[in-house]
């Protein structure tokens, strides 16, 4: 893979990554070249690994005497079995006059709340919520937009030791209860209404009929975002007992601020709920402990980011994505978050890059489809927009093609660390992500993360490099689920990571580990296709069919036929594009040139568009489902199920 960046001496020189590499070789007696040794030393030495990166980077508690226990159990091992510790004391260790959040939407910059000003709302919410009834082990849920408020109840719920759940206002009632249902939370935090592409969504009608399905919530706190003062009588579920209802500034105006007494405890004490997406079946409720969250956030944002202090870190993302826990975390290291509400391409799709500039960012993240969508669209932002403060743009959802790669770096921004990374819901984090110490080559994701023995296995259970297979760690590491909520003998969670290879996590990811230890993943193993016994990756059809002028985007799975699999790819076109013969020849041509006629696909049909889940992600299963007449379960975890009608009983594909 050809090289399209390479560090400076002097950025590698000034990484926080070297300077950590450093420090364990002054504390260890160890001789680490580069950030490849330091990783080895990760996995050889995992306790003194984590030890070392707690010291460095601050971490406010007390670790106790032991770094692991039961390292020899996948799942079964313990982490800082001894120490105590909060959250939110973490994130909140600084109180002076600097900007801690920006808030943007697509009118422009809205708010900016100082790290004082933002201990303070956390100081206000804590008391609310303790005058609430709120206490340890107790249960809020967020049904809210990516705003300040949404930080400040988090925070708020980790200082008294309560448990955070969020969720987007774009989520309907029933995707919602599946998901809130199970955790039974005694508050429940939301908004008048939001915004999104120049529009006024009101959110009331929805939030009374989510109370209505949660009887478990005893206090609503509705924050005035479309209307400072907005009317809450008609959130008043009838029929059902109704919970107590506040208006969010009233309720805090209620308390003056105060220092913060924060409940420090357990390293794997719960922090957050978080959901898988429930494209084929009630989504799992993954448990995430607080320390497993903080110290896997720190690691890949001061080491792997090269994140600092004061500098300006955005995610594109909503409350209901990981990314967003992923972002807030940027507060330990004292950070910046810049936030956005709305649509990433209103007013204009340039709204991001018009973000970037106004406001300073150094970190820029969002998706490889947005990336997709504006070289689509003709965007050169590298001619229209200076991005002088942007060193890193990072980018994750679904795999990012060569291709775009390029656009990146020929019209994006040259001097820029470009850092595809992966990981989930399930860890809350990465496995394999940016490295500002090592060059970007293109096409591949730069590195493992420290601590996370990360390895690509062949159905045998064997490891293999320049290969495709499973992306599998096959030692513990810290930021592994807790536990699913209501999964008290631990079955599911065993099956969902450790049915394929006992004792390994299999993440589900159909990947390849590159001679120079970079990783190459193309899609999604439980959406492999297997014609003729020839396993292909998804990622790999998309990537070719997406570079024709005509097609939006793309979706493809498997069909059963006659005891094989057959490839049906389904197109969306450009507005004024056919899909006639020589449209689909040129498709084929170019997956049998550049991929393999393994790769060229029995049918070749359009759709109107393409289901994903709210978080931008290909529903192939769903779609797959839907071309074999099964049943769909929790369709209301697809952002946009209607999508769905146009993969139903398609008569092209009736003689499979």
Known sequence: MRTLWTPSGAAVAGAQMTAF???????????????????????????????????????????????????????????????????????LRRRDDAPAIVLADERGTARTLSFGALYDEVSRATEALRGLGVGEGD??????????????????????????????????????????????????????????????????????????????????????????APDLGGLVPRGTRAPALH?????????????????????????????????????????????????????????????????????????????????????????????????????????????????????????????????????????????????????????????????????????????????????????????????????????????????????????????????????PFPSMPVRFWGDEGGERYRSAYFERFPGVWCHGDFTEETPDGGFIITGRSDAVLNPGGVRIGTAEIYREVEQLDEVLESVVIGQPSGGDVRVVLFVVLREGAALDDALRERIRARLRTHASPRHVPHEILGVPAIPRTRSGKISELSVRRAVLGEPIPNVDALANPEALDAFRDRPELADA
């Open 247 to 475: 208006l969010c500034a009233e309720l805090l105006a209620a308390h003056a601020p105060r220092d913060i007494a924060f409940a420090r405890l357990p390293f794997d004490y719960p922090l957050y709920v978080l959901y898988s997406s429930g494209t084929t079946g009630k989504p799992k409720c993954i448990v995430h402990g607080q320390g497993g969250t903080l110290l896997q956030h720190l690691k890949e944002h001061r080491l792997h980011t090269d994140l600092r202090a004061d500098e300006r870190l955005f995610y594109f993302t909503t409350c209901g994505w990981m990314m967003w826990n992923w972002l807030v975390s940027g507060l330990a290291s004292g950070a910046c978050l810049v936030l956005y509400d709305g649509h990433p391409m209103s007013p204009a799709p340039s709204v991001l890059f018009d973000l970037i500039d106004r406001e300073q960012v150094h970190v820029f993240g969002t998706s490889a489809k947005f990336l997709d969508a504006i070289a689509k669209r003709g965007l050169r932002p590298m001619d229209t927009h200076d991005l002088g403060t942007t060193r890193a743009i990072l980018s994750t959802g679904s795999p990012l093609v060569p291709e775009s790669f390029d656009f990146v770096y020929e019209h994006v921004k040259r001097d820029v660390q470009l850092a595809s990374i992966s990981g989930g819901t399930d860890i809350v984090s990465c496995f394999v992500l940016g490295d500002p110490t090592r060059p970007v080559r293109r096409g591949e994701i730069q590195a493992k993360g420290l601590g996370m023995d990360v390895q690509v296995w062949n159905d045998a259970g064997e490891r293999v490099i320049g290969e495709r297979g499973e992306l599998v760690c096959a030692k």
């Open 21 to 91: 590499r450093e420090e364990v070789e002054r504390r260890h007696g160890e001789r680490l070249e580069d950030s490849a040794a330091l990783h080895a030393w990760s996995i050889r030495e995992p306790g003194a690994f984590w030890r070392a990166l707690w010291d460095f980077c601050g971490v406010v508690g007390d670790p106790g005497a032991r770094a692991v226990v039961d390292l020899d159990q996948m799942p079964g091992a313990r982490w800082f079995p001894d120490a105590e510790l909060s959250f939110a004391e973490n994130l």
């Open 139 to 228: 249960r809020v849920a967020g049904y809210v937009p990516n705003i300040p408020e949404a930080i400040v109840f988090m925070l708020a719920s980790s200082a008294l030791g309560a448990i955070w759940s969020s969720s987007s206002p774009d989520f309907g009632v029933p995707g919602l209860l599946d998901r809130f249902g199970q955790i039974t939370p005694k508050v429940f935090v939301t908004v008048d209404g939001y915004r999104y592409g120049g529009k006024r969504f009101d959110l009331r009608p929805k939030v009374r009929d989510a109370l209505a399905g949660l009887p478990s919530v005893e206090h609503a706190i509705v924050v005035g975002y479309l209307d400072e």
